[in-house]
């Protein structure tokens, strides 16, 4: 009797647990989003995405580490990933221009798509010091990754070599937050009014970082 090569058979069991981790990590964002962090239970987890709590355990060592996988995938601050993949090239780093409106865009895609998950942890981060401390903590290492990738257009000549980079990191985060916090008090914006404004603010912000 024929038998499938080990290979074969290690790659679709490696399939299925990645597909098992994204729908765990999705799963989790719904809830998070619905409930709220301290009001989700790894127990409530599970039973949404219709497994058992040892299996959920098995990838995610806890309720904070399922959270962090969540942010990974779907916080806008991942957005440093399209600054990322605008920067790199046969030419790297690219236009900075490019690669920041990559980054806003992404940024605020993320926020209309995943807003009520964004609004409920901000919220709930202010009067929870483990949640705080878990956004602190992933601020912090996107708000890094995102400096060092400014740095490379530094060295290159594209952004003034005297100026703060990690105050650069912080107004450009800052900036795209802040119209999406005014935003959420109303109606959310447009694609299209979001555009706009990212191209005000990407214009003002290389006014500033380019060399004098």
């Given at each position: 009797?024929?038998?499938?090569?080990?290979?074969?058979?290690?790659?679709?069991?490696?399939?299925?647990?990645?597909?098992?981790?994204?729908?765990?990590?999705?799963?989790?964002?719904?809830?998070?989003?619905?409930?709220?962090?301290?009001?989700?239970?790894?127990?409530?987890?599970?039973?949404?995405?219709?497994?058992?709590?040892?299996?959920?355990?098995?990838?995610?060592?806890?309720?904070?580490?399922?959270?962090?996988?969540?942010?990974?995938?779907?916080?806008?601050?991942?957005?440093?990933?399209?600054?990322?993949?605008?920067?790199?090239?046969?030419?790297?780093?690219?236009?900075?221009?490019?690669?920041?409106?990559?980054?806003?865009?992404?940024?605020?895609?993320?926020?209309?798509?995943?807003?009520?998950?964004?609004?409920?942890?901000?919220?709930?981060?202010?009067?929870?010091?483990?949640?705080g401390a878990?956004l602190g903590?992933?601020?912090?290492?996107?708000?890094?990754?995102?400096?060092?990738?400014?740095?490379?257009?530094?060295?290159?000549?594209?952004?003034?070599?005297?100026?703060?980079?990690?105050?650069a990191t912080?107004?450009?985060?800052?900036?795209?937050?802040?119209?999406?916090?005014?935003?959420?008090?109303?109606?959310?914006?447009?694609?299209?009014?979001?555009?706009?404004?990212?191209?005000?603010?990407?214009?003002?912000?290389?006014?500033?970082?380019?060399?004098?």
């Amino acid at each position: 009797m024929p038998t499938r090569p080990v290979n074969t058979l290690r790659t679709k069991r490696q399939e299925q647990a990645a597909a098992r981790r994204e729908q765990l990590v999705h799963t989790a964002m719904r809830l998070f989003a619905e409930r709220g962090y301290r009001d989700t239970s790894v127990r409530d987890i599970a039973r949404a995405a219709e497994v058992n709590e040892a299996l959920l355990y098995h990838y995610f060592t806890s309720k904070a580490d399922l959270f962090r996988a969540v942010l990974a995938e779907y916080a806008p601050f991942r957005a440093v990933e399209a600054f990322r993949t605008a920067a790199a090239g046969p030419a790297a780093p690219r236009s900075l221009h490019d690669a920041l409106l990559a980054f806003g865009r992404d940024f605020l895609a993320r926020l209309r798509q995943h807003r009520a998950f964004v609004v409920a942890m901000l919220t709930e981060s202010a009067h929870d010091p483990e949640l705080g401390a878990i956004l602190g903590e992933f601020l912090r290492t996107t708000g890094d990754e995102m400096t060092r990738l400014l740095a490379a257009y530094q060295e290159a000549g594209q952004i003034d070599p005297h100026l703060p980079l990690a105050a650069a990191t912080r107004m450009l985060q800052g900036s795209l937050l802040f119209q999406f916090l005014a935003n959420a008090l109303q109606a959310p914006s447009s694609p299209e009014a979001d555009d706009a404004l990212l191209g005000d603010l990407v214009g003002v912000l290389l006014a500033g970082l380019q060399p004098r």
